[in-house]
C-alpha cells in the first residue's frame, strides 16, 4: 500500500506540529462547565450556537484573573490549539481570558460585590454607629498623600482628638495587605475609638486595593467603628459597603467625626444655658420672696420681739419653782388649819368640823393639782412658741448677733463702736472674733440694696 501509515502517537505529533501554523489564536464563546482542578488548573467549553471547544488554563495563568470563571460568561480567550495524546481530543490552552462587554476589573468588582452582600456584610443592621464622644481617631492612610493632609486639617479643629497614624500603601501590588493589617491592628489595640480608612481620587485601578476581599473582611471585622472615605463623590468601592459608614470623600469623612463632636458640645453648651437660666429664675424667686418678707412687720420687728421672747423665757424658765413654791405654802396652811381643827373642843361638833375640813381639803387639793396640770400644758405650749422663735432658730436662718468682747450687750448701733475695739460674732455654729477698723454712721437700708448695686 502506497499511503503511509502513522502510530496514534506520531499522528497527534504531527498534527500538534501543523497547529503550530494557527500560533495564538483570540476566539469568542461562552463558557461552560467550568471545573477548579485541585491542582489549581480550570478546565471549562468555550461554545457558541455552532459548536464548542475543550480548554485548560494552567493555575499559574488562572491565579492571576481578578474574577470567577462563571458558566455562562461571554468572554475572549487567547491561546494555541493543541491535541491532547491522553485523550486525543483537541484543546485550546488558554494564555488571557478576558470578560466580553465588561472590564476585568468591573466584572471582579461586581462579583465580590454580590458575593459578600448575599453573605451580609452590607446588612445595615450590622452597621455600627459611630461613639458619640471620640477621644482616640486610628487613621490607614499613606503617609504622603493629599489626604492625610486634609483630614488633619479638619480633625485639628478638635485639640482634645489624638490621632493615631498608621502608614500604609494605597495603591500597587500589596498595599491590600498592608490597609487590611493596619485596620486589624487598630481593631484589637485599645488604642483607638473609631478608625477612618481614606484615599484621594484616581481611577479604578488606582483605588484598587480598596476593592479587594481581604480589606472588606477586616473592616467587617474591625473591633471599633470604620468610617471609609476613599476617591471622590461617584467612586464606590468594596470598603464603602462594608464600612459602618460611607464618606463622599476622606474630608467628609473627618468631618463627620468632628461633626459629631462638635454636636455633643453643643448640646452641652446648651444644657449649661438652660441650669444657669432655671438657677436664675429660683435665685430671683428667692429674692423676691425675702422682698416680701423684708416690708412685713413680723420681720422688721423682729430685734424688740426676740427681746420680748427672752424676757419670756426668763419668766417662764422661773415659773416651775414658783408654782412649786405656791403649792408647798398651800400644803404648809392646810396643814395649819387641819391641826387647828383637830385641837377644837366636842362642844363646837369637832368630828362635825372635821369632816367639813377633810372635804375642803381634798377639793383644795383636786384645784391645786387642776391648776399645776394647765399652767405645765401652758408652760409647754409657751416652750414650743418661745423654741420656734428662739434666737438660735433666728441664726440657724443665717442671722448673728455680734458684742463687744467681754460684754453680753449685742452692738446696735455702729456709732457705738470704735475701731480698734474687738469684737465677738455668734453664729449658729460657732463664734467669730474681729477687729474694728472703721465704721459708717449711715441708716441700714434694704437687705437688697447693696447687692443691686453691685
Known amino acids: 500500500m502506497s499511503e503511509r501509515t502513522y502510530g496514534v502517537g506520531e499522528l497527534v505529533r504531527e498534527v500538534n506540529a501543523a497547529l503550530q501554523g494557527f500560533g495564538e489564536i483570540w476566539v469568542r464563546g461562552e463558557l461552560s462547565g467550568v471545573k477548579v482542578a485541585s491542582s489549581g488548573h480550570r478546565y471549562f467549553q468555550i461554545k457558541d450556537a455552532e459548536g464548542q471547544l475543550s480548554c485548560a488554563m494552567w493555575a499559574k495563568r488562572a491565579d492571576r484573573l481578578r474574577f470567577e470563571l462563571v458558566d455562562g460568561q461571554a468572554v475572549l480567550v487567547r491561546g494555541r490549539l493543541e491535541v491532547y495524546a491522553q485523550r486525543g481530543s483537541l484543546s485550546l490552552i488558554v494564555e488571557e481570558l478576558q470578560p466580553e462587554g465588561v472590564g476585568e476589573l468591573q466584572l471582579a468588582f461586581e462579583q465580590l460585590k454580590a458575593k459578600l452582600e448575599a453573605e451580609g456584610l452590607f446588612a445595615a443592621e450590622r452597621k455600627r454607629p459611630l461613639p458619640s464622644l471620640p477621644q482616640r481617631l486610628g487613621l490607614v492612610t499613606s503617609p504622603s498623600g493629599a489626604a492625610v493632609r486634609d483630614v488633619l486639617k479638619v480633625l485639628s479643629r478638635w485639640e482634645h482628638l489624638a490621632v493615631l497614624l498608621a502608614p500604609v500603601r494605597v495603591q500597587g501590588k500589596g498595599a491590600e495587605g498592608e490597609i487590611a493589617r493596619a485596620v486589624a491592628y487598630l481593631g484589637r489595640s485599645g488604642l483607638v475609638d473609631v478608625v477612618l480608612v481614606v484615599r484621594g481620587g484616581g481611577s479604578l485601578e488606582d483605588l484598587w486595593a480598596f476593592n479587594e476581599e481581604v480589606v472588606a473582611r477586616a473592616i467587617a471585622a474591625c473591633g471599633v467603628p470604620v468610617v471609609s472615605g476613599v476617591g471622590h463623590e461617584v467612586d464606590f468601592t468594596i470598603a464603602d459597603f462594608v464600612a459602618d459608614v460611607r464618606a463622599a470623600t476622606p474630608t467628609q469623612a473627618a468631618e463627620i467625626v468632628v461633626a459629631a463632636l462638635e454636636g455633643q458640645q453643643r448640646r452641652v453648651e446648651s444644657a449649661q444655658g438652660e441650669i444657669a437660666a432655671a438657677f436664675t429664675r429660683k435665685l430671683e424667686h428667692g429674692r423676691l420672696r425675702l422682698r416680701g418678707l423684708e416690708g412685713a412687720r413680723g420681720l422688721a420687728r423682729l430685734p424688740s420681739r426676740l427681746r420680748e421672747l427672752e424676757q419670756k423665757v426668763r419668766r417662764l424658765e422661773a415659773l416651775p419653782q414658783l408654782l412649786r413654791a405656791l403649792v408647798a405654802a398651800r400644803h404648809r396652811r392646810a396643814d395649819g388649819a387641819s391641826s387647828r381643827l383637830y ?58 448677733i455680734t458684742a463687744r468682747e467681754g460684754d453680753p450687750r449685742p452692738v446696735r448701733d455702729a456709732a457705738a463702736v470704735n475701731a480698734g475695739e474687738r469684737l465677738v460674732t455668734t453664729l449658729a455654729r460657732g463664734q467669730l472674733r474681729s477687729l474694728v477698723v472703721g465704721r459708717s454712721n449711715g441708716t441700714q437700708g434694704s437687705l437688697f440694696e447693696e447687692e443691686e448695686t453691685q
Open 343 to 400: 385641837h377644837w373642843p366636842v362642844r363646837f361638833g369637832a368630828p362635825r368640823r372635821r369632816e367639813l375640813v377633810a372635804v375642803r381639803l381634798a377639793v383644795a387639793g383636786e384645784r391645786l393639782r387642776s391648776l399645776l396640770a394647765r399652767r405645765t400644758l401652758e408652760l409647754g405650749a409657751r416652750e414650743r412658741a418661745l423654741s420656734a422663735l428662739s434666737p438660735r432658730n433666728v441664726l440657724e436662718r443665717g442671722y448673728s
